[in-house]
């Protein structure tokens, strides 16, 4: 099982990015997904999730900012990120909580970081 991210890149302050990622590889099923961020020396925080179902999840610092969604495929997850602040640089991770056979527990899947930088 491998998680593909892209779509992080340097925009200016009150500029947008989306960022994509898509889970492939011997899926039974997708669960929860989401977008966790890493600040230099901390753990990873969650910015954004969405359950199977669509339910979402935002960190404060987002909220009315950011829109997570699933994509038509259902193992997508997106992240559009609107007004963009310095604030919100970091390499940022996918996750996906999946299962890869019919009664599988389900495991954390997580992607490769993509950088996002915000110029003031």
């Known amino acids: 099982v491998q998680l593909q991210a892209s779509g992080g890149g340097l925009v200016q302050t009150g500029g947008s990015l989306r960022l994509s990622c898509a889970a492939s590889?011997?899926?039974?099923?997708?669960?929860?997904m989401g977008w966790y961020r890493q600040p230099p020396g901390q753990p990873r925080a969650l910015v954004a999730a969405?359950?199977?179902?669509?339910?979402?999840n935002y960190a404060d610092s987002v909220k009315g900012r950011f829109t997570i969604s699933r994509g038509n495929g259902k193992n997508t997850v997106l992240l559009q990120m609107n007004n963009l602040k310095p604030e919100d640089t970091d390499v940022y991770y996918c996750?996906?909580?999946?299962?890869?056979?019919?009664?599988?527990?389900?495991?954390?899947?997580w992607g490769q970081g993509t950088l996002v930088t915000v110029s003031s």
């Open positions: 590889g011997s899926i039974f099923r997708v669960d929860d």
């Open positions: 969405i359950t199977s179902a669509g339910t979402t």
């Open positions: 996750n996906a909580e999946l299962s890869t056979y019919s009664g599988d527990a389900v495991h954390n899947y």
